[in-house]
C-alpha cells in the first residue's frame, strides 16, 4: 500500500470510528506493525491531516483551516508545479477572478513572470502586491472586511462588488475536495465572495494540492461541472476521480 493509500486508508478509519482510533487499532485493519503506524501518523499529524495523541489519532477539526503562514511550506514544491500548470492555461490579454489561498497565490507568482496584459479582479492583497508589480497588468482589488491572517478581503461589501465583474476565468483554490466532487472551504465569508465570482465567470479552474483530497470542511462552495479544470500535483483518489469525471471535470496533473 502506497503513501497517498495508506493516509487515505487511515482517515477512513477514523472517520468510521467517530474521529478517533487506537494505534493497535489502526495497525490491525492496515495489516502493518504499531510502528509503521506510529510513524505514519507521526508524517500525517505534520501535514495536519489528523492529531495525533498518546496511543492514538483522531481527526481534524473539520471547521477549522491549519494556519496560513503553515499553508505557506505545506506542499511547497507541489503548489509550485500546481501553480506553473495552471498559468499555462490562462492566455495573455484576458481577464481572470482570483480568490484567497496559498496556491493562487503562488498561481499568481506564476502569472506576474510568465503573461502581460492580464485584468485581473481579486480580493486577496497579496495576490494584488504580487501582480501589481508586473507591467501591463490591471489589477482591481475588492473592498470588504479585512482578515490579516490570509490578507483577504470578504463578506458581503466583497462579495456585492465581485458581482459586478464578468471575467473570463477564475482561479480557485479550495479547503477540501469531497470524494463525491464537491469543492468545501471553511469560512462563510470568504465562500460567498468565491460564489460571487463563479456567477461571473466564464471558466473555472481549481488549483488543490492532494492534502485537500483528505481533508474535510463545513461550508459547500461549488460542485464543478462540464467545462471545468482541477490542477492538482497526483492522481486524485478513485472514488473524486470518477466523481469529477461523471460531472465533465478535467484533471490535470502537474
Known amino acids: 500500500m502506497g503513501g497517498e493509500s495508506r493516509h487515505a486508508a487511515i482517515l477512513d478509519a477514523l472517520r468510521r470510528r467517530g474521529g478517533y482510533a487506537g494505534i493497535e487499532e489502526l495497525a490491525n485493519k492496515l495489516a502493518v506493525t504499531p510502528q ?79 503573461h502581460r496584459d492580464l485584468l485581473v479582479v481579486t480580493n486577496s492583497s497579496a495576490a494584488a502586491r504580487i501582480l501589481g508589480r508586473a507591467p501591463g497588468m490591471k489589477v482591481h482589488l475588492l473592498g470588504g472586511a479585512w482578515k490579516a491572517q490570509n490578507c483577504g478581503l470578504t463578506g458581503p461589501t466583497a462579495a456585492e462588488m465581485a458581482g459586478r465583474w464578468r471575467c473570463d476565468t477564475l482561479v480557485t483554490g479550495c479547503g477540501s475536495i469531497s470524494p463525491d466532487g464537491w469543492l468545501l472551504d471553511y469560512h462563510e465569508d470568504e465562500v460567498a465572495v468565491t460564489r460571487a465570482m463563479l456567477a461571473g465567470a466564464a471558466r473555472l479552474v481549481i488549483v488543490a494540492d492532494s492534502a485537500k483530497f483528505l481533508r474535510a470542511a463545513p461550508c459547500r462552495v461549488v460542485r464543478p461541472g462540464r467545462g471545468a479544470v482541477l490542477v492538482t500535483e497526483a492522481t486524485p483518489p478513485a472514488a473524486t476521480r470518477k466523481a469529477l469525471l461523471a460531472a465533465g471535470v478535467k484533471s490535470v496533473v502537474a
Not at 509503521?36 to 495525533?52: K, P
Not at 503562514?69 to 482570483?98: M, V, W, Y
Open 36 to 114: 509503521t503506524i506510529r510513524r505514519v501518523v507521526s508524517e500525517m499529524a505534520e501535514q495536519g491531516l489528523l492529531r495525533r495523541h498518546h496511543g492514538g489519532a483522531s481527526l481534524p477539526s473539520s471547521i477549522a483551516n491549519t494556519d496560513y503562514a503553515l499553508r505557506h511550506i505545506e506542499s511547497s514544491a507541489a503548489k509550485q508545479r500546481i501553480a506553473g500548470a495552471a498559468a499555462a492555461l490562462i492566455p495573455d490579454g484576458t481577464s481572470l477572478f482570483l480568490t484567497l489561498g496559498t496556491t493562487v497565490e503562488a498561481t499568481a507568482e506564476a502569472l506576474a513572470t510568465g
